[in-house]
C-alpha cells in the first residue's frame, strides 16, 4: 500500500474517533478497508469501480477462516462491507472523491443472531428458583438495572444508594456515567442481600481498605465476584427451571429493554437507561414491537 494510502487510512481512523466510534470499531474498521486496498492493489482510490468491491465480496466469501475450519461468518464481511461504506461516504463527503461506488450496490443480508428476550413467565421462574439474597440480587443487577457484565464487576457498595433508589454506573463503555433509578422492590432486594450477606457479622458498613472490601458483590472466596462467576451463578439458578433454553447475562439486559420499550418508554429513555451513546446501538439490542415503530 502506498504512502498516499497510510495517509489516508490514519485520517479515516481519526474521523472515526471524531465521530466517537467505539475502540474496537476504530481500529477494525481501517482494517477492513485496508485489506480491500491491499486486495486489489488499489493505487489510485479516486478510481475504485464496482467491479473491484464485487471481487472483493466474491474473496472474502470464498476465503478460508484463518483461526478455524470453514469460511468466514456473514458477520465478518458485513463488516467488511459496513466498513468500505463508512470509507467512501467519508470520502465523498470530504470532496476526496466524485461519487460513491458503494452508495448504490447491495449485498446479502446476515442472518440476525436471534436474541430472543425472556418471557415475564420466565423470569418470574428465574426469581422463583432463587435461593439467597445474593441470587435475587444478580438477577436485579442485569434485569432489574440492566447492567453490563463489566459494569456488575466493577460495581462497589458506595455505587448504591438504597434510600435515594440509585444506582450509580461510574464507568460504563466508552467510560459513559450513568444513574439507573430502581424501584422500591429493586431497592429493598438489593439492601437484603447487603445487610443479609454481604456485610461481615458485627459490621455496619465494610471499610474501603481494598477493591474486594469495596465491592458490591462478592464469590463464594469472599473476593470480588467477576464475569464468569456471575455467569455460573445465573446458570445454577436456571437449571432450577424449566425454562429449557439458554441463558446468559446479556438475554437479562436484552430482555429488560424489549419490556421497556413494549411498556411504553421512548426509544431515547431506553437508550439512557441501558448507557448507549447512539440510539442505532439501543435498536439493535432491542426488539421493537409495532406500537413503537411510531416512536423512533
Not at 467519508?90 to 442472518?111: C, D, H, R, Y
Request: aromatic share 8%; with cysteine; net charge positive.
Amino acid at each position: 500500500m502506498t504512502l498516499t494510502h497510510d495517509h489516508t487510512i490514519r485520517e479515516f481512523r481519526s474521523y472515526l474517533q471524531q465521530l466517537g466510534y467505539g475502540k474496537s470499531s476504530v481500529r477494525m474498521l481501517p482494517d477492513c478497508v485496508k485489506s480491500f486496498l491491499d486486495h486489489n492493489n488499489i493505487t489510485d482510490i479516486k478510481g475504485v469501480s464496482q467491479e473491484q468491491i464485487r471481487a472483493f465480496y466474491g474473496w472474502l466469501r470464498q476465503r478460508p477462516h484463518k483461526r478455524r475450519e470453514g469460511a468466514l461468518s456473514e458477520q465478518y464481511i458485513n463488516h467488511h462491507i459496513y466498513a468500505l461504506r463508512v470509507f467512501f461516504g467519508w470520502l465523498e463527503q470530504t470532496g476526496q472523491i466524485a461519487a460513491n461506488p458503494i452508495s448504490t450496490m447491495k449485498f446479502k443480508s446476515p442472518v440476525p443472531n436471534r436474541r430472543e428476550p425472556f418471557t415475564q413467565s420466565e423470569l418470574k421462574a428465574l426469581f422463583h428458583a432463587c435461593e439467597t439474597p445474593q441470587e435475587t440480587a444478580l438477577l436485579h443487577l442485569f434485569y432489574s438495572c440492566g447492567l453490563r457484565r463489566t459494569e456488575a464487576v466493577r460495581l462497589n457498595t458506595r455505587d448504591i444508594h438504597f434510600r435515594q433508589q440509585i444506582l450509580y454506573v461510574r464507568e460504563g463503555k466508552g467510560a459513559k456515567r450513568r444513574a439507573v433509578p430502581m424501584t422500591v422492590k429493586v431497592s429493598e432486594e438489593l439492601e437484603a442481600y447487603y445487610l443479609e450477606a454481604r456485610l461481615p457479622p458485627g459490621m455496619e458498613r465494610p471499610q474501603p481498605k481494598t477493591n474486594d472490601q469495596e465491592a458490591f458483590m462478592l464469590n463464594r472466596a469472599g473476593t470480588r465476584m467477576g464475569g464468569d462467576s456471575y455467569n455460573r451463578r445465573l446458570k445454577e439458578i436456571a437449571a432450577r427451571t424449566d425454562i429449557g433454553r439458554e441463558v446468559s447475562l446479556h438475554y437479562l439486559r436484552h430482555s429488560v429493554a424489549t419490556h421497556l420499550l413494549e411498556n411504553g418508554l421512548t426509544v431515547e429513555h431506553v437508550r439512557d437507561f441501558l448507557g448507549h451513546r447512539h440510539l442505532e446501538a439501543t435498536q439493535i439490542y432491542v426488539k421493537v414491537n409495532q406500537n413503537q415503530i411510531g416512536k423512533l
